[in-house]
């Protein structure tokens, strides 16, 4: 451990175990206060299983694309491109189910496609009134914010609507 990386008492639990088990980290790890981070929602974490692996990549490459307001606004070539997923046809279907999934909302103006990336809530809201999040899933997601010391989401089931019976038409 050189001079700067040795830990005292004061420092904070993780910096100690990471200068006692990882004695070169200063180097290999990305400086969360310059520019160029971007945090995650820890929540996510327990709705990754929720989403198909090419969702979650598109979804990840917005969050970090996006602005402190949360909006960005790559082209959809672009996002293609920097994904590997070889065109806009590849693309559209996992941006239409990261809506439906209501991760986002997109809009259109001046010939540019908008993001709006989603609190993660929005879409636990969503998914256990949909009933695509069951209540153990919720309880799960609930332990972990009153781990985190967030306010904990309520949300039910919406009832669906009885089906419309469908009346033949006479014959005459």
Known sequence: MTANQESTSKDPRDLRLRNQYFPDAAGLVFETSKKGFVPLPIIMRKLMRKLT????????????????YFICYPTLEEMAHDLGL???????????????????????????????????????????????????????????????????????????????????AKSA
Do not use: W
């Not at 692996?53 to 402190?68: A, D, G, H, N």
């Not at 540019?112 to 009134?129: G, S, Y």
């Open 53 to 68: 692996p090419p969702e979650l990549r598109v979804l990840i490459y917005l969050q970090t694309r996006c602005s402190k």
């Open 86 to 168: 070889g065109g806009r046809r590849n693309l559209t279907p996992h941006i239409k189910a990261l809506e439906k999934k209501k991760f986002i909302t997109t809009a259109s103006g001046g010939g540019k496609t908008f993001f709006l990336v989603h609190d993660p809530r929005v879409a636990i809201v969503h998914m256990v009134e949909t009933e695509k999040m069951n209540e153990n899933d919720l309880y799960e997601l609930n332990e972990l914010l009153r781990d985190l010391k967030q306010e904990e989401i309520t949300a039910t089931a919406k009832p669906k609507a009885a089906p419309v019976p469908i009346r033949k």
